[in-house]
């Protein structure tokens, strides 16, 4: 057991167990991505330590770009994402991946999408680490997921609570009280 700010957390998915799934994710875009114009859209700042064990796997030519979310001041950030920050990449024409560490509501996300759309990327796929498939209300679901989840808080590899426990290099869920 782990402590991260006031809360208690357990261990969920050991180091071993997010490896060995990110293996195999990065073998399926090997395999979909050939002959493609491949862009990762990292998302920051959640997303920073999937990423990076992610793309070290990913063999076929690809650009790699990070971006921000901003949101509403002082409103709760769920859905309230306005512009994203620090695209500078051209993803015109391009086959855009936006790696996520996590999709829960999936109004970020979508929210995401719209936004990039307006670029006219070729196509736009999410690759999230994890996935609540309960708490889902958006209206497509990511296309490549990591793992799907209960509908628990988690923290760890890259996953913040209150921004602190992004450092873990396993994940944790809230041990209930
Ligand atoms: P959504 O818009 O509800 O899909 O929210 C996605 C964002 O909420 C993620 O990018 C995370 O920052 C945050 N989030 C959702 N669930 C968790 C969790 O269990 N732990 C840490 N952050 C979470
Ligand atoms: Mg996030």
């Known amino acids: 057991m782990i402590q ?3 809360k208690y957390f357990e261990s969920y998915l050991s ?3 997010i490896h060995a799934r990110i293996n195999e994710l990065a073998e399926n875009i090997n395999s979909n991505y050939q002959d493609k114009n491949l862009v990762f859209i990292v998302i920051l700042n959640g997303a920073f330590m999937f990423a990076s064990d992610l793309i070290k796997k990913v063999s076929v030519p690809c650009e790699v770009t990070f971006v921000k979310l901003s949101s509403y001041q ?3 950030s769920t859905g309230r994402v306005d512009e994203i ?4 990449t051209n993803i015109s024409g391009k086959d855009v991946i936006i790696v ?3 999709v829960d509501t999936g109004i970020t996300i979508g929210k995401v999408r719209k936004l990039l759309l307006s670029s006219k990327p070729k196509s736009t796929a999410i690759c999230t680490l994890l996935f609540k498939p309960e708490a889902f209300s958006g209206e497509q679901n990511p296309e490549i997921i990591g793992f799907s989840i209960p509908n628990d808080f988690v923290v760890g590899y890259g996953l913040d609570y209150d921004e602190k426990g992004r450092n873990l290099p396993c994940i944790y869920k809230i041990k209930a009280s």
């Open 74 to 76: 002082g409103m709760q």
């Open 85 to 88: 920050i620090g695209l500078t």
């Open 15 to 17: 180091e071993e167990k």
């Open 4 to 6: 991260v700010n006031d």
């Open 100 to 102: 996520e560490d996590i």
